[in-house]
């Protein structure tokens, strides 16, 4: 089979290099890629929003399946688009992609459906929205409606920041479109986690837990970013929980997106808050998170694609996904700066050691091929994902294959898996 992977992340590095070890295909492809995927499939030059020439290019070239990585060409509706054509593709349809689309949408659907989440209120009007923060208890979390490049969500400890994160985003259109409406909601406090799952519409598998680091520096200090490291599994997301959400949390939501006509193929993401007051619900993606899936994928046993497979033809409940009985925790090294501004074009050193390695996996980022060399490209360059029996064991091989990589201004995390 040709399999076509559409992104060129570290979470896109992370699914191919999953994919290359299927005995089912015969070759990848993966528009854009990076300098990392290359190794293993033939990189498109598409961006991953160019949705026609997505569609044109799958067609001539006969690929026989594809999986999105990436959240906006969902949202564009690149599933829809693809299966017009009579090809197949991994992800949830524009509709169904709505419930990472619209946090408005998200939560009426949590609500209706009675799925924990943070107490809420959804404006369109900029006034009301004022009016009704100056009246909730601190902090307060105000959301852009719409996708903000994982930037428009703000917590405000104050009244005039509130006021101001509403003006920004409603006002100013500081996320342009995306901040029409706004969602303010209660502060949640306790243990983030994130649950991903495979998803046919009906049958929902959730896969092992991890935790993520969204803060630039050690103890979650600094800037939200995209994600600075992550770890599998999460030392407090115990069976019990893992049974209380598939009853209470992850069937109601594939059952509501079905009710809602909205029924739900693909990965399924779930943001959540563990707090004294039981599991909530902080978020949901329509897709593999980054760096989740460089921790969740090393543990799936057997073949990524036919998991995939079974969702697109509606018999995932005959698929059993098996996991290893292991950990994984991957270390993001990062563009000095990142996630403000950065300089590109620095050569990575070091590279070559982690060729045949078994317990340590070097997934790229932000890389690209500068004649011979490879060079930083983006902000998050490189995820190091050390796996081994036990978390602390995993962390500690992280850290040393990080230790022989280098480039200019280099910056990581020390603490990733310490929580
Ligand atoms: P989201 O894009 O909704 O996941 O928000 C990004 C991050 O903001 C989350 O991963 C949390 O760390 C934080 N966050 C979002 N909503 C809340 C909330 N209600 N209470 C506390 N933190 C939140
Ligand atoms: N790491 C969080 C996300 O992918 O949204």
Redesign the pocket.
């Known amino acids: 089979m040709k399999v076509l992977v559409i992104g060129g992340g570290g979470r896109e590095h992370a699914i191919v290099w999953k994919l290359s070890q299927s005995k089912k295909i015969s070759k990848i492809y993966c528009a854009p890629g990076n300098a990392g995927i290359e190794e293993l499939a033939e990189c498109v030059n598409i961006k991953a929003t160019d949705i026609e020439a997505l569609v044109d290019f799958a067609y001539n070239e006969q690929i026989n399946f594809t999986i999105v990585g990436m959240d906006d060409p969902l949202m564009l509706g690149v599933v829809d688009k693809f299966e017009e054509k009579g090809l197949k593709i991994f992800g949830p349809n524009k509709k169904a992609a709505l419930i990472e689309g619209s946090?408005a949408f998200a939560k009426e659907l949590m609500k209706k459906y009675n799925i924990p989440t943070?107490n809420y209120e959804v404006f369109t009007d900029y006034k009301a929205a004022i009016e009704y923060a100056n009246n909730q208890k601190l902090p307060i979390?105000v959301?852009a409606d719409g996708l903000a490049l994982?930037k428009?969500?703000i917590?405000c400890n104050t009244y005039k920041e509130a006021e101001e994160a509403i003006y920004e985003i409603m006002e100013n259109k500081k996320f342009g479109e995306a901040g029409n409406k706004i969602v303010i909601?209660?502060?949640?406090?306790g243990h983030?986690v994130s649950v991903l799952s495979f998803c046919d519409g009906d049958t929902i598998i959730p896969m092992v837990s991890a935790q993520?680091h969204?803060r630039a520096l050690d103890n979650d200090k600094g800037l939200?970013t995209g994600g600075m490291g992550t770890f599998s599994p999460s030392r407090i997301y115990t069976k019990e929980i893992n049974d209380y959400c598939m009853e209470k949390i992850f069937k109601p939501t594939l059952k509501a997106m079905k009710e809602e006509g909205r029924p739900f193929t693909g990965i399924l993401f779930f943001?959540l808050?563990i707090t004294e007051d039981g599991v909530k619900v902080?978020?949901y993606n329509a897709r593999f998170g980054d760096p989740e899936a460089q921790v969740v994928l090393p543990r799936l046993k057997g073949d990524l694609l036919e998991i995939l497979e079974a969702c697109v033809d509606k018999r995932l409940h005959e698929v059993k996904v098996e996991w290893e009985d292991n950990a994984a925790v991957c270390v993001i090294l990062a563009s000095g700066g990142y996630p403000l501004s950065y300089k590109k074009g620095y050569p990575i050193k070091g590279l070559d050691k982690f060729k045949d390695s078994k317990d340590i996996i070097v997934f790229h980022a932000g890389t690209a091929k500068k004649e011979d060399e490879i060079v930083t490209n983006g902000g998050r360059v490189l995820g190091v994902t050390g796996i081994a029996k036990t978390l602390d064991e995993a962390i500690k091989i992280a850290y040393k294959g990080v230790e022989d990589i280098n480039f200019e201004k280099m910056h990581y995390r020390r603490d990733i898996g310490i929580k």
């Open positions: 946090k943070a979390v959301k994982g428009g969500v917590i909601e209660e502060f949640l406090t983030e993520d969204k939200n943001g808050m902080l978020e």
